[in-house]
């Protein structure tokens, strides 16, 4: 029995007729996370967690159809037992579990095991079948733990600071921005926000979410800005935007700054390794400890991992072509 399987429109369970991150529209579309290769216009009838739903607003500006759940909580659509549980990616990112006469499938989404300090903490749920996202699935990626990342952060910062420049950290604006502003040492200096991290922001904080940080408009005199810790998203890179707020040094905080060469082909001064991913280490941790008897690999290195899987641990391992492609990671 096969609870999910991949058509043209997306991850569609045949008995509960619902799909999962679909990416053409459908009737009922249950969304496990807000980023927008996972998020897509046009479905019917979303259902997400709570946390998800201001960001389902804001950037599909979607007022109705839109169902948030809590984790753990168990609902039933055509005698398929639905639950979200954390997914440790991003804030309201969520595992989804299905189970159909006494079999458990789990879809991972986007996860990660190490805890960041904001989004909740993956939580591991054992199932039969375990669909798993693999973005960082080559023994290569070994990401180091999020607090000496963090710590690595602000000591650039300090010293960037003491000779009255800013520092601009790029990250994805939902789930590496607030991460960032959330460690940052404020005793340090002031933080100033691109606008398009101020909104998700200003989203979260409709389900009591509070960050630190003041937006950059017209209004914000550029020669108040020294020795600032500045938060952008990628495409800010090279626009006239960034340009005022010179003199800065900047880095990129993503997974791919692990391997040398990244930085340099970006054209930024430093790269913080920090990622919303499971490195190799977790997944297959994440394959062990959930006890699934078949792993379904999907976007990343899925042809590696699907036979790494059947190798080393002697059970199913095959692939799910899916259209997720992790823009979030700004991959170089
Ligand atoms: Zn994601
Ligand atoms: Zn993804």
Redesign the pocket.
């Known amino acids: 029995m096969n609870l999910l399987s991949v058509n043209e429109y997306g991850l569609y369970c045949k008995q509960g007729d619902f799909y999962i991150d679909p990416w053409k529209p459908v009737r009922t579309a249950l969304i496990t996370?807000g980023?927008s290769d996972?998020m897509r216009w046009g479905m019917s009838h979303y259902i997400c967690h709570h946390h998800t739903v201001p960001i389902l607003r804001l950037r599909l500006g979607v007022e109705n159809s839109v169902q948030g759940v809590a984790y753990e909580e168990v609902m039933e659509i055509n005698g398929v037992k639905i639950s979200f549980h954390p997914a440790g990616?991003?804030i309201g990112s969520a595992q989804i579990r299905m189970e159909y006469q006494g079999e458990v499938w789990l879809f991972t989404g986007?996860y990660k095991l190490e805890p960041d300090g904001v989004s909740q903490t993956y939580t591991l749920v054992k199932c039969d079948h375990l669909i798993t996202e693999s973005t960082f699935g080559l023994p290569v990626y070994h990401f180091p733990s999020n607090a000496s990342i963090y710590a690595d952060m602000n000591d650039w910062w300090r010293s960037n600071a003491a000779e009255g420049i800013n520092t601009v950290l790029l990250g994805y604006a939902l789930g590496k921005a607030q991460n960032i502003i959330a460690h940052a040492d404020e005793s340090i200096g002031p933080i100033f926000l691109h606008g398009a991290v101020d909104n998700v922001n200003n989203a979260l904080s409709e389900v009591g979410y509070t960050f630190a940080g003041t937006r950059i408009t017209a209004d914000v005199k550029r020669d108040q800005i020294r020795g600032a810790l500045i938060v952008a998203p990628p495409s800010a890179m090279d626009t006239p935007w960034l340009r005022s707020l010179k003199p800065y040094r900047i880095a990129m905080c993503s997974g791919w700054m692990q391997l040398r060469g990244a930085r340099r082909r970006k054209g930024v001064d430093r790269g913080f390794p920090l990622s919303?991913h499971c490195d190799w280490r977790q997944l297959n941790q994440a394959v062990v400890q959930t006890q699934a008897k078949h792993v379904y690999v999907t976007h990343g290195y899925e042809h590696n991992f699907s036979k790494w899987v059947r190798e080393e641990y002697g059970i199913g391992g095959s692939i799910f072509k899916t259209l997720y492609n992790?823009a979030?990671e700004e991959n170089v």
């Open positions: 996370h980023h996972h990616h991003i986007d919303d992790d979030e």
